[in-house]
C-alpha cells in the first residue's frame, strides 16, 4: 500500500503544469527549478529492483501472488537477496539465480539483513512483468516478509555482489543536475572518491546504444545509457556502469535464460 501511495504522489508531482492548472485560475509565473522536487527514489520510495537489477518499478505491472510462501537465498543488501536455486511462480515466472526483494514486515529485521549471510524469506511472494523495449523484465517481491537466518558464515561473493543501485542516495545532487532517475552499478557507488569524477563526467555524456551493439573501449571505463522508455518518476532514465558491465548486458538481452549472473563477474 506504501507503494502504491508513493506512486500516485509521483503522478501528481510530476503532470504537465497544464494538466494541473484545469478548471483552476491561471497561475503565477513561477522560476523554482522543477528538478528540485526530483525525490530519492533510494530514501523516499520502495523501488523494486528486477530479477537481473537492469531495471526498476514502484508498482511493476502484470502481478500474481505465487503459490509459494519462502524463498532463500544469499543477502547482498538490507532489502535484497539472491535466490541461487529454482523458483516457480504459479502463473508467472520460472526460473533461478535472480534477485529478490525484501519487503520486511518488522523494520527490527533489518539487522538480519547481513550482507553475504543465507537467510529465509517467508510472506506473501509476488511476480510482475513488464517489457522493456522489447526485452521482458520479471520482478520477484516478498511482501510484509519475516527473515530468518540460517548459518552464520557470510560468503563474501554476495557480500560484494555485482548489480545495479537505482537511485542511490548519495547520487541524488546529480540525478536533480541532469533530471533524470539515475541507475548505477553498485560497486561504482560504493567508492565514489574513486569513480565519482570519472561517473559525472559520462552522465553528462551518455552514449547512444542499443543493447545489441558492439561495446569497444576499455573495459573498465565508465559510460552512462539514457533508457528509451519512462522511468517510475515519470522522467527518462539513466543507468552508468562499466564497460564490461555492457559486455555481459549485451548477452545477457540475447540470451536471457542462459545468463543467470546479475552482471559480470
Not at 22 to 44: I, M, N, V
Not at 204 to 233: F, N, Q, W, Y
Amino acid at each position: 500500500m506504501i507503494r502504491y501511495l508513493a506512486a500516485g504522489l509521483l503522478m501528481v508531482l510530476f503532470l504537465p503544469a497544464g494538466v494541473l492548472a484545469q478548471g483552476s485560475a491561471p497561475a503565477t509565473a513561477k522560476t523554482t527549478d522543477q528538478q528540485a522536487r526530483f525525490p530519492s527514489l533510494g530514501q523516499q520510495l520502495p523501488a523494486l529492483l528486477s530479477g537481473s537489477g537492469r531495471f526498476s518499478a514502484i508498482n511493476p505491472t502484470n502481478q500474481v501472488t505465487c503459490g509459494e510462501f519462502s524463498v532463500a537465498g544469499h543477502v547482498i543488501s538490507r532489502n535484497l537477496i539472491y535466490m541461487r536455486d529454482n523458483f516457480d511462480c504459479a502463473r508467472g515466472f520460472r526460473g533461478h539465480g535472480m534477485l529478490v526483494n525484501v519487503e520486511l514486515a518488522d523494520p527490527a529485521d533489518a539487522a538480519k539483513m547481513i550482507p553475504g549471510s543465507a537467510v529465509v524469506a517467508q510472506g506473501t511472494i509476488k511476480n510482475a512483468i513488464e517489457n522493456h523495449n522489447g526485452y521482458t523484465v520479471y520482478f520477484i517481491f516478498v511482501e510484509n516478509a519475516r527473515v530468518t537466518p540460517f548459518g552464520t558464515e557470510v560468503d563474501p561473493n554476495y557480500a560484494n555482489f555485482n548489480y545495479m543501485n537505482c537511485q542511490p542516495p548519495e547520487l541524488d545532487a546529480l540525478a536533480k543536475q541532469l533530471g533524470h532517475e539515475l541507475c548505477v552499478q553498485n560497486t561504482l557507488v560504493t567508492n565514489l572518491a574513486a569513480t565519482g569524477q570519472a561517473l559525472e563526467a559520462a552522465a553528462h555524456a551518455p552514449v547512444k546504444m542499443l543493447p545489441g551493439d558492439p561495446v569497444s573501449g576499455d573495459p573498465a571505463a565508465i559510460t552512462c545509457r539514457l533508457d528509451p522508455e519512462r522511468s517510475d518518476a515519470e522522467l527518462s532514465a539513466m543507468t552508468c556502469a562499466r564497460n564490461n558491465y555492457w559486455v555481459w548486458w549485451r548477452a545477457k538481452w540475447f540470451n536471457p535464460s542462459g545468463i543467470s549472473t546479475t552482471g559480470p563477474p
